[in-house]
């Protein structure tokens, strides 16, 4: 048997960043995620965001890569938010993401970070707060 633990904290946002993500639909998508990711035996830690994007703190599984397990995470999560018509029009996500490990020791402070999201976004749009995440984790020069 594998032992793996890996924490991954990924942002998303909507397509367009349209602000679709009242705090009403927040609080029924997000228990959502959360719900369907124990399903699909995925350690969903806390998910949260605001108008226009989405936090997630999980761990990675040892069979699965990062790209198929935001794909289970966000495109399960719009095609249910879709068919229950909980959004109007209907949700869907911009197709690029953030997504970076996270050391075991700093999990409470990014667990805190996505907890007060609406708190952060007062002085920060979603944009200001990617780029950062961009610049910080030196990801510009990628290819």
């Not at 959360?34 to 069979?63: M, P, Q, R, S, W």
């Not at 700093?106 to 667990?111: D, G, L």
């Amino acid at each position: 048997m594998s032992y793996v633990k890996v924490w991954i904290h990924a942002v998303w946002g909507t397509k367009n960043h349209e602000k679709l993500l009242t705090k009403d639909i927040r609080r029924v998508l997000f228990q959502h995620i959360k719900v369907n990711g124990k399903e699909k035996n995925l350690y969903i830690d806390h998910v949260n965001g605001y108008f226009d994007h989405v936090h997630c703190l999980f761990t990675l599984n040892a069979d699965l890569s990062l790209s198929k397990t935001l794909q289970l995470i966000k495109g399960e999560a719009s095609f249910w938010a879709n068919k229950n018509k909980l959004v109007q029009p209907n949700l869907a996500w911009a197709d690029d993401y953030f997504a970076a490990s996270v050391s075991e020791s700093i999990v409470p402070k990014v667990r805190e970070y996505i907890k007060n999201q609406e708190e952060h976004h007062k002085s920060l749009t979603f944009k200001e707060e990617f780029d950062r995440f961009i610049e910080k984790f030196n990801l510009k020069h990628q290819g």
